[in-house]
């Protein structure tokens, strides 16, 4: 059994330790990485908590829910490098644990951990508390009462408001969180990156301000005589811009496209990356999935199967009762299995706009949370063809639906994704607000021939989107469009 002694060791370690991580982490050949968007977030919050400059509530609690190698631990050591540097935190005063090391090492929960470092290096205790400390708990999922353990460390420093919380972990941590924990907690959910992030990070490039709200606006709101000309202002800049890069934007973009979706991967051989990628794939299905889905040890076999059945087929309506026969796999644990991928954000769906309210689950599409998934299982699986324009336009289409998922789920922007199962009708119909907005997508030219049909159909259709290989944004009629490349700067 672990020892007081024991684990007062391992907290002077991580104490002494983090720094180094840091350093080594975000300090690759002396230079600091970029921060990422959701970084900015964070440091916000941060700044809030420290100078309590906020009237009212300030938060303290933040989650940062997300799949592996998306960057959450680099964001939190970012964040712990600026309470250090920039605002003048102690070091002893942030206490950065990783669940699983705590878990493995000690053979106890991370309660324990913040219970004696409370006690044994600031000799107090949660309620006499009387300076600020930052606890940072990387891979939370790992601890079954990380939820309980955090609400009372929360509650227990109210009032005096001195303790801030950064919690990380698989996607589907929200869910084990109590209705209690949700009132309090801030969540803030770390995506793959999007093409911004990716030029931002390789190249240290970065668009004209608004850039992003400018796109979005226009997708959103539709064409105004103001929102067009801010638009098409800022794309100017940004063609301008894209020709003093060292290389091609339209080769960078293709990159994107292909293998480019993780942070870790910017500078890594493709080759090299589809297999790391299909490593944390396989960390996922053995352990982030087990948390929402607890399946047999000889069900892997079934799950990666489906994983390769939906990253082979063109894009369009999955069957499960078709999945289950090709697969040979029951229908239940089909169902279950896809529900629980959900879950872990490996994979979203997206419903025919007449089963808005309703039940056909046969009728569902299945995307990956990243192009770079897709290309990598199929890669993985002898069916990668860099010549083969259609699978592009299979990646395209995910880029694109993916781009949506993501600001449905930080800006709520839009209210909801479907697609037109009326044949040769649009992409993808989005919902915000009582509009109805059809989207086209392509990697070709596009002529509005399916956001045209879907609209006959739907009296709440104002606009229309397409987003295709274009170079620049053009309005014809109410139909508005969009270059890609300038579409995943959104």
């Given at each position: 059994?672990?020892?007081?002694?024991?684990?007062?060791?391992?907290?002077?370690?991580?104490?002494?330790?983090?720094?180094?991580?840091?350093?080594?982490?975000?300090?690759?050949?002396?230079?600091?990485?970029?921060?990422?968007?959701?970084?900015?977030?964070?440091?916000?919050?941060?700044?809030?908590?420290?100078?309590?400059?906020?009237?009212?509530?300030?938060?303290?609690?933040?989650?940062?829910?997300?799949?592996?190698?998306?960057?959450?631990?680099?964001?939190?050591?970012?964040?712990?490098?600026?309470?250090?540097?920039?605002?003048?935190?102690?070091?002893?005063?942030?206490?950065?644990?990783?669940?699983?090391?705590?878990k493995n090492y000690l053979g106890i929960g991370i309660r324990d951990v913040i219970n004696q470092f409370i006690r044994d290096v600031h000799r107090t205790t949660l309620v006499e508390l009387d300076k600020k400390l930052f606890i940072i708990i990387d891979e939370a999922h790992f601890d079954p009462d990380w939820d309980e353990t955090i609400k009372v460390l929360y509650d227990k420093t109210a009032g005096k408001e001195n303790v801030f919380i950064i919690i990380t972990g698989s996607s589907s941590i929200a869910l084990e969180m109590g209705a209690d924990s949700v009132r309090r907690k801030i969540k803030t959910d770390v995506f793959p990156m999007n093409f911004q992030e990716y030029l931002k990070l390789k190249l240290d490039f970065y668009p004209p301000g608004g850039t992003s709200n400018a796109i979005r606006t226009l997708i959103f709101d539709g064409p105004t005589t103001d929102n067009v000309k801010l638009i098409q202002t800022i794309e100017n800049t940004l063609?301008?811009?894209?020709?003093n890069l060292p290389v091609l934007v339209d080769h960078e973009l293709k990159d994107y496209i292909y293998c480019r979706g993780f942070p870790f991967g910017i500078n890594l051989d493709a080759s090299v990356l589809y297999k790391k990628v299909a490593e944390l794939i396989d960390k996922i299905i053995c352990d982030d999935l087990t948390i929402v889905y607890n399946y047999e040890a000889d069900s892997k076999s079934d799950i990666t199967k489906m994983l390769m059945f939906l990253a082979l087929k063109p894009s369009g309506e999955v069957s499960q009762t078709k999945l289950s026969n090709n697969l040979g796999i029951p229908s239940a644990r089909v169902n279950q299995t896809l529900m629980a991928l959900e879950k872990t954000h490996l994979i979203f769906s997206i419903k025919p706009y007449e089963g808005a309210k309703g039940t056909v689950r046969d009728a569902w599409k299945y995307y990956f949370l990243s192009p770079t998934i897709k290309a990598s299982l199929l890669h993985n699986y002898g069916r990668f063809d860099r010549l083969d324009k259609v699978m592009y336009g299979e990646l395209v289409e995910n880029a694109v639906i993916s781009s949506f998922f993501r600001m449905m789920k930080t800006i709520n922007k839009p209210t909801?994704?479907?697609?037109?199962?009326?044949?040769?009708?649009?992409?993808?119909?989005?919902?915000y607000g009582d509009k109805l907005i059809p989207v086209e997508v392509g990697s070709g030219k596009k002529e509005g021939k399916q956001v045209l049909k879907t609209a006959r159909r739907h009296k709440q259709v104002e606009h229309k989107i397409i987003i295709s290989n274009d170079e620049k944004i053009k309005i014809v009629d109410d139909i508005v469009f969009l270059p890609l490349k300038t579409f995943l700067f959104s």
């Open positions: 059994m672990v020892s007081e002694d024991d684990i007062t060791r391992f907290i002077y370690s991580n104490l002494r330790e983090t720094p180094i991580l840091v350093k080594n982490m975000i300090y690759p050949g002396g230079q600091p990485l970029p921060t990422r968007n959701a970084y900015k977030k964070i440091e916000m919050y941060v700044n809030d908590f420290v100078t309590h400059r906020k009237k009212g509530t300030i938060e303290r609690w933040l989650v940062l829910p997300g799949l592996r190698g998306t960057g959450k631990t680099t964001i939190v050591f970012q964040i712990y490098d600026y309470l250090t540097k920039d605002i003048g935190i102690p070091k002893d005063n942030i206490l950065y644990l990783t669940a699983s090391e705590v063609m301008k811009q894209f020709l909801g994704i479907f697609y037109d199962s009326e044949k040769g009708g649009a992409d993808f119909i989005l919902t």
